[in-house]
Protein backbone atom coordinates (compact mmCIF):
# COMPACT_ATOMS: atom_id res chain seq x y z
CA UNK A 1 0.00 0.00 0.00
CA UNK A 2 2.84 2.30 0.68
CA UNK A 3 4.43 1.78 -2.62
CA UNK A 4 1.02 2.26 -4.37
CA UNK A 5 0.26 5.54 -2.52
CA UNK A 6 3.84 6.78 -3.68
CA UNK A 7 3.54 5.93 -6.68
CA UNK A 8 0.26 7.63 -7.25
CA UNK A 9 1.38 10.87 -5.71
CA UNK A 10 4.28 10.76 -8.35
CA UNK A 11 1.73 10.13 -10.98
CA UNK A 12 -0.10 13.29 -10.12
CA UNK A 13 3.16 15.46 -9.96
CA UNK A 14 4.19 14.40 -13.71
CA UNK A 15 0.41 14.93 -14.77
CA UNK A 16 0.98 18.36 -13.06
CA UNK A 17 4.13 18.80 -14.44
CA UNK A 18 6.15 18.65 -11.71
CA UNK A 19 9.15 16.65 -12.55
CA UNK A 20 11.39 19.54 -10.99
CA UNK A 21 9.80 19.14 -7.37
CA UNK A 22 10.19 15.40 -7.53
CA UNK A 23 13.88 15.53 -8.78
CA UNK A 24 14.38 17.81 -5.78
CA UNK A 25 12.46 15.11 -3.40
CA UNK A 26 14.88 12.46 -4.82
CA UNK A 27 17.76 14.53 -3.67
CA UNK A 28 16.57 14.97 -0.12
CA UNK A 29 18.07 12.62 2.21
CA UNK A 30 15.75 10.24 3.43
CA UNK A 31 16.15 8.39 7.16
CA UNK A 32 16.63 4.47 6.60
CA UNK A 33 18.58 1.50 8.02
CA UNK A 34 20.55 0.99 5.02
CA UNK A 35 21.84 3.71 4.49
CA UNK A 36 25.74 3.94 6.03
CA UNK A 37 25.23 6.88 8.57
CA UNK A 38 28.06 5.82 10.74
CA UNK A 39 30.75 6.07 7.91
CA UNK A 40 32.98 9.10 8.16
CA UNK A 41 32.56 9.96 4.22
CA UNK A 42 30.48 12.76 2.65
CA UNK A 43 28.93 11.10 0.10
CA UNK A 44 26.67 7.97 1.21
CA UNK A 45 24.80 5.77 -0.78
CA UNK A 46 21.54 7.65 -2.57
CA UNK A 47 18.19 6.05 -1.03
CA UNK A 48 15.71 6.41 -3.96
CA UNK A 49 18.79 5.05 -6.22
CA UNK A 50 16.97 3.76 -9.77
CA UNK A 51 20.36 3.13 -12.52
CA UNK A 52 18.20 3.16 -15.18
CA UNK A 53 16.63 6.60 -14.15
CA UNK A 54 19.97 7.83 -13.32
CA UNK A 55 21.65 6.52 -16.65
CA UNK A 56 18.68 7.84 -18.85
CA UNK A 57 19.23 11.21 -16.81
CA UNK A 58 22.90 11.67 -17.69
CA UNK A 59 21.97 10.91 -21.40
CA UNK A 60 20.11 13.35 -22.09
CA UNK A 61 22.28 15.29 -20.19
CA UNK A 62 25.29 14.95 -22.34
CA UNK A 63 22.65 15.68 -24.90
CA UNK A 64 21.89 19.08 -23.71
CA UNK A 65 25.35 20.07 -22.05
CA UNK A 66 23.80 19.81 -19.04
CA UNK A 67 26.45 19.88 -16.91
CA UNK A 68 25.04 20.70 -13.74
CA UNK A 69 22.66 17.72 -14.01
CA UNK A 70 26.42 15.47 -14.46
CA UNK A 71 27.23 16.93 -11.45
CA UNK A 72 23.83 16.43 -9.04
CA UNK A 73 23.74 13.05 -10.02
CA UNK A 74 27.74 11.57 -10.05
CA UNK A 75 28.15 13.52 -6.90
CA UNK A 76 25.44 12.01 -4.73
CA UNK A 77 26.11 8.28 -5.80
CA UNK A 78 28.62 5.93 -4.30
CA UNK A 79 31.09 4.41 -6.26
CA UNK A 80 29.45 1.01 -6.36
CA UNK A 81 26.28 2.82 -7.46
CA UNK A 82 27.91 4.73 -10.16
CA UNK A 83 29.53 1.33 -11.55
CA UNK A 84 25.92 0.28 -11.71
CA UNK A 85 24.62 3.12 -13.53
CA UNK A 86 27.89 3.06 -16.14
CA UNK A 87 26.88 -0.72 -16.77
CA UNK A 88 22.73 0.15 -17.22
CA UNK A 89 23.96 2.88 -19.61
CA UNK A 90 26.20 1.07 -21.58
CA UNK A 91 23.13 -1.41 -22.09
CA UNK A 92 20.56 1.30 -22.90
CA UNK A 93 22.55 3.49 -25.39
CA UNK A 94 25.41 0.63 -26.37
CA UNK A 95 27.80 3.60 -25.73
CA UNK A 96 30.09 4.03 -23.16
CA UNK A 97 29.47 6.50 -20.56
CA UNK A 98 33.20 7.71 -19.60
CA UNK A 99 34.02 8.66 -23.46
CA UNK A 100 30.50 10.77 -23.46
CA UNK A 101 31.44 12.51 -20.52
CA UNK A 102 34.75 13.22 -21.80
CA UNK A 103 33.31 14.95 -25.11
CA UNK A 104 31.13 17.31 -22.71
CA UNK A 105 33.20 18.10 -20.07
CA UNK A 106 36.42 20.06 -19.66
CA UNK A 107 39.01 21.14 -17.19
CA UNK A 108 38.28 20.50 -13.19
CA UNK A 109 35.28 19.46 -13.69
CA UNK A 110 35.88 17.21 -16.29
CA UNK A 111 38.76 15.69 -14.56
CA UNK A 112 36.39 15.15 -11.06
CA UNK A 113 34.14 13.03 -12.76
CA UNK A 114 35.49 11.14 -14.40
CA UNK A 115 37.93 10.11 -11.21
CA UNK A 116 34.65 9.43 -9.84
CA UNK A 117 33.94 7.23 -12.36
CA UNK A 118 37.26 5.03 -11.42
CA UNK A 119 37.04 2.48 -8.80
CA UNK A 120 38.93 3.19 -6.28
CA UNK A 121 42.14 1.01 -6.76
CA UNK A 122 41.77 2.15 -10.65
CA UNK A 123 42.04 6.22 -9.41
CA UNK A 124 45.07 5.28 -6.98
CA UNK A 125 47.14 3.31 -9.91
CA UNK A 126 46.33 6.00 -12.40
CA UNK A 127 47.69 8.76 -10.00
CA UNK A 128 51.24 6.60 -9.24
CA UNK A 129 51.33 6.56 -12.88
CA UNK A 130 50.61 10.43 -14.08
CA UNK A 131 53.28 10.70 -11.15
CA UNK A 132 56.21 8.52 -12.61
CA UNK A 133 55.47 9.16 -15.94
CA UNK A 134 57.31 11.71 -18.84
CA UNK A 135 59.84 14.14 -17.36
CA UNK A 136 60.36 13.60 -13.71
CA UNK A 137 58.88 12.22 -10.75
CA UNK A 138 56.23 13.15 -8.27
CA UNK A 139 57.06 11.81 -5.17
CA UNK A 140 54.81 14.05 -3.06
CA UNK A 141 51.99 11.91 -5.06
CA UNK A 142 54.06 8.98 -4.58
CA UNK A 143 54.74 9.10 -1.08
CA UNK A 144 50.94 10.71 -0.11
CA UNK A 145 49.32 7.31 -1.80
CA UNK A 146 51.20 5.04 -0.87
CA UNK A 147 51.67 6.08 3.16
CA UNK A 148 47.91 6.77 3.75
CA UNK A 149 46.62 3.05 2.00
CA UNK A 150 46.05 -0.21 3.78
CA UNK A 151 47.98 -3.07 3.18
CA UNK A 152 45.06 -4.77 1.72
CA UNK A 153 44.18 -1.64 -0.68
CA UNK A 154 48.01 -1.82 -1.90
CA UNK A 155 47.16 -5.01 -3.08
CA UNK A 156 44.72 -4.24 -5.11
CA UNK A 157 46.60 -0.90 -6.00
CA UNK A 158 49.40 -3.30 -7.21
CA UNK A 159 47.16 -5.65 -9.07
CA UNK A 160 45.22 -3.28 -10.91
CA UNK A 161 48.03 -0.98 -12.16
CA UNK A 162 49.24 -4.10 -13.77
CA UNK A 163 45.92 -4.41 -15.24
CA UNK A 164 45.40 -1.04 -16.22
CA UNK A 165 48.78 -0.68 -17.90
CA UNK A 166 51.18 -3.71 -18.32
CA UNK A 167 53.49 -2.96 -16.26
CA UNK A 168 54.48 -3.79 -12.76
CA UNK A 169 53.93 -1.15 -9.88
CA UNK A 170 57.11 -2.07 -7.69
CA UNK A 171 59.31 -2.11 -11.17
CA UNK A 172 58.38 1.44 -11.99
CA UNK A 173 58.60 2.23 -8.58
CA UNK A 174 62.93 1.39 -8.50
CA UNK A 175 63.38 2.58 -12.03
CA UNK A 176 61.68 6.02 -11.20
CA UNK A 177 62.60 6.62 -7.47
CA UNK A 178 66.33 7.55 -5.77
CA UNK A 179 67.83 5.16 -3.35
CA UNK A 180 66.53 5.14 0.31
CA UNK A 181 62.87 6.98 -0.72
CA UNK A 182 62.78 3.59 -3.37
CA UNK A 183 63.38 1.47 -0.37
CA UNK A 184 60.76 2.95 1.51
CA UNK A 185 58.24 3.37 -0.93
CA UNK A 186 59.12 -0.46 -2.40
CA UNK A 187 58.38 -1.33 1.74
CA UNK A 188 55.27 0.09 1.91
CA UNK A 189 53.94 -1.61 -1.06
CA UNK A 190 55.05 -5.18 0.68
CA UNK A 191 54.05 -4.09 4.08
CA UNK A 192 53.18 -6.98 6.45
CA UNK A 193 51.95 -6.21 10.13
CA UNK A 194 54.15 -7.93 12.72
CA UNK A 195 53.15 -7.08 15.93
CA UNK A 196 49.96 -8.33 17.59
CA UNK A 197 47.02 -5.86 16.13
CA UNK A 198 44.97 -4.57 19.14
CA UNK A 199 47.46 -5.82 21.89
CA UNK A 200 50.07 -3.30 23.76
CA UNK A 201 53.47 -4.79 23.25
CA UNK A 202 56.06 -3.13 25.78
CA UNK A 203 58.91 -5.12 25.27
CA UNK A 204 58.72 -4.38 21.44
CA UNK A 205 57.50 -0.92 21.77
CA UNK A 206 60.96 -0.12 24.03
CA UNK A 207 62.65 -2.27 21.50
CA UNK A 208 61.59 -0.59 18.28
CA UNK A 209 62.30 2.66 19.88
CA UNK A 210 65.38 1.88 20.78
CA UNK A 211 67.00 0.33 17.66
CA UNK A 212 65.63 3.89 15.96
CA UNK A 213 67.19 5.58 18.68
CA UNK A 214 70.75 3.77 17.95
CA UNK A 215 70.11 4.38 14.22
CA UNK A 216 70.87 8.42 14.67
CA UNK A 217 73.80 8.42 17.28
CA UNK A 218 75.63 11.82 17.12
CA UNK A 219 78.74 11.42 14.99
CA UNK A 220 77.78 8.78 12.80
CA UNK A 221 75.85 8.06 9.48
CA UNK A 222 72.23 7.83 9.94
CA UNK A 223 70.98 4.29 8.98
CA UNK A 224 67.56 4.31 7.52
CA UNK A 225 66.94 0.75 7.30
CA UNK A 226 65.52 0.07 11.27
CA UNK A 227 63.05 3.32 10.12
CA UNK A 228 61.99 1.83 7.73
CA UNK A 229 61.51 -1.61 8.98
CA UNK A 230 59.82 -0.50 11.78
CA UNK A 231 57.22 2.45 9.96
CA UNK A 232 56.13 -0.08 7.50
CA UNK A 233 56.20 -3.48 9.85
CA UNK A 234 53.81 -2.38 12.64
CA UNK A 235 50.26 -0.58 13.17
CA UNK A 236 49.62 2.75 13.84
CA UNK A 237 48.61 2.15 17.30
CA UNK A 238 51.58 0.49 18.17
CA UNK A 239 53.96 3.03 16.57
CA UNK A 240 52.42 6.18 18.18
CA UNK A 241 53.28 4.56 21.64
CA UNK A 242 56.94 3.69 20.13
CA UNK A 243 57.22 7.90 19.04
CA UNK A 244 55.93 8.45 22.41
CA UNK A 245 59.15 6.05 23.67
CA UNK A 246 61.95 7.65 21.49
CA UNK A 247 60.79 10.84 22.39
CA UNK A 248 61.50 10.42 26.10
CA UNK A 249 65.13 8.43 25.39
CA UNK A 250 66.02 10.72 22.22
CA UNK A 251 64.85 14.16 24.02
CA UNK A 252 63.19 15.21 20.69
CA UNK A 253 60.31 14.23 18.14
CA UNK A 254 60.62 11.28 16.04
CA UNK A 255 59.85 14.61 13.07
CA UNK A 256 62.72 16.54 14.67
CA UNK A 257 65.01 13.90 14.36
CA UNK A 258 64.10 12.57 10.69
CA UNK A 259 64.48 16.58 9.67
CA UNK A 260 68.02 16.62 11.08
CA UNK A 261 69.26 13.39 10.17
CA UNK A 262 67.73 12.15 7.25
CA UNK A 263 67.46 14.66 3.39
CA UNK A 264 65.82 14.69 0.34
CA UNK A 265 62.95 12.41 -1.14
CA UNK A 266 64.13 9.56 2.09
CA UNK A 267 63.09 12.83 4.24
CA UNK A 268 59.83 13.63 2.48
CA UNK A 269 58.47 10.09 2.94
CA UNK A 270 59.44 9.32 5.78
CA UNK A 271 58.06 12.57 7.36
CA UNK A 272 54.56 11.92 5.21
CA UNK A 273 54.61 8.40 6.68
CA UNK A 274 55.06 9.61 10.44
CA UNK A 275 52.28 12.40 9.81
CA UNK A 276 50.00 9.48 7.99
CA UNK A 277 51.06 7.31 11.17
CA UNK A 278 49.66 10.10 13.89
CA UNK A 279 46.66 11.61 12.12
CA UNK A 280 46.48 11.02 7.90
CA UNK A 281 43.07 13.48 8.30
CA UNK A 282 45.44 16.45 9.20
CA UNK A 283 47.94 15.42 6.92
CA UNK A 284 45.60 15.39 3.90
CA UNK A 285 44.05 18.65 5.02
CA UNK A 286 47.27 20.13 4.69
CA UNK A 287 47.42 18.48 1.53
CA UNK A 288 44.52 20.38 0.23
CA UNK A 289 45.74 23.64 2.05
CA UNK A 290 48.64 24.24 0.38
CA UNK A 291 46.91 23.06 -2.82
CA UNK A 292 44.76 25.94 -2.69
CA UNK A 293 47.00 29.02 -1.30
CA UNK A 294 48.92 31.02 -3.36
CA UNK A 295 48.53 32.44 -7.02
CA UNK A 296 46.48 29.67 -8.90
CA UNK A 297 45.46 25.96 -7.74
CA UNK A 298 46.61 22.68 -7.82
CA UNK A 299 44.03 20.41 -8.99
CA UNK A 300 45.90 17.06 -8.61
CA UNK A 301 46.38 17.76 -4.96
CA UNK A 302 42.56 18.44 -4.32
CA UNK A 303 41.65 15.36 -6.56
CA UNK A 304 43.58 13.39 -4.59
CA UNK A 305 42.06 13.77 -1.24
CA UNK A 306 38.53 14.86 -1.87
CA UNK A 307 37.53 11.96 -4.56
CA UNK A 308 39.06 8.97 -2.76
CA UNK A 309 38.69 10.08 0.87
CA UNK A 310 34.91 10.92 -0.45
CA UNK A 311 33.28 7.81 1.33
CA UNK A 312 36.12 6.79 3.67
CA UNK A 313 37.11 9.79 5.87
CA UNK A 314 36.25 13.23 4.25
CA UNK A 315 34.14 14.79 7.25
CA UNK A 316 37.69 13.87 9.27
CA UNK A 317 39.52 15.85 6.77
CA UNK A 318 36.79 18.80 6.93
CA UNK A 319 37.32 18.64 11.20
CA UNK A 320 41.30 18.76 10.60
CA UNK A 321 40.70 21.36 7.98
CA UNK A 322 39.02 23.47 10.11
CA UNK A 323 41.11 23.40 13.40
CA UNK A 324 44.10 24.19 11.40
CA UNK A 325 43.27 27.06 9.48
CA UNK A 326 40.48 28.78 11.34
CA UNK A 327 38.28 28.31 8.70
CA UNK A 328 36.23 25.28 6.83
CA UNK A 329 36.99 23.58 3.47
CA UNK A 330 33.77 24.72 2.32
CA UNK A 331 34.00 28.05 2.67
CA UNK A 332 37.78 27.83 1.11
CA UNK A 333 37.17 26.28 -1.73
CA UNK A 334 34.06 28.63 -2.68
CA UNK A 335 36.28 31.47 -2.91
CA UNK A 336 39.51 29.76 -4.28
CA UNK A 337 37.42 27.69 -7.51
CA UNK A 338 34.59 28.99 -9.65
CA UNK A 339 32.05 27.29 -11.81
CA UNK A 340 31.05 24.10 -12.53
CA UNK A 341 34.19 22.75 -10.96
CA UNK A 342 33.27 24.83 -7.90
CA UNK A 343 29.94 23.08 -7.77
CA UNK A 344 31.65 19.39 -8.47
CA UNK A 345 34.64 20.13 -5.20
CA UNK A 346 31.44 21.27 -2.85
CA UNK A 347 29.10 18.91 -3.81
CA UNK A 348 32.41 16.47 -2.74
CA UNK A 349 33.15 18.36 0.19
CA UNK A 350 29.44 18.07 1.43
CA UNK A 351 28.89 21.04 3.68
CA UNK A 352 29.76 23.78 5.85
CA UNK A 353 31.52 23.53 9.18
CA UNK A 354 30.96 26.47 11.25
Known amino acids: RERERERSAQEVLRDCGMDYLLEALETMPVTEAAMCWGTLGTVRPFVNFRPERDARALAAAMTNKDVNTLVRILTNRTNAQRQQVAQVYRSLTNQELVPGLKKVLSGGVQAVLLGLMMTPPVFDAHQLRNAMEGLGTDEQTLAEILCTRSPEQLQLITATYREEFQRSLEEDVRSETSQGFRDLLLALLQKQRENIAGGIEYPLIQRDAKALVESVKPKSKPSPEPWIRTLTHRDADHLNRVFDCFQSLAGRSVE???????????????????????????????????????????????????????????????????????????????????????????????????
Open 256 to 354: ETVQAAFSGDLRLGLLILVRSIRNTPELLADTVHRALKGVGQQSGPLLRVLVPRSEEDLLSVRVQFHRQHGRSLYSTLQEAVKGEYQHALLALCGAEDI
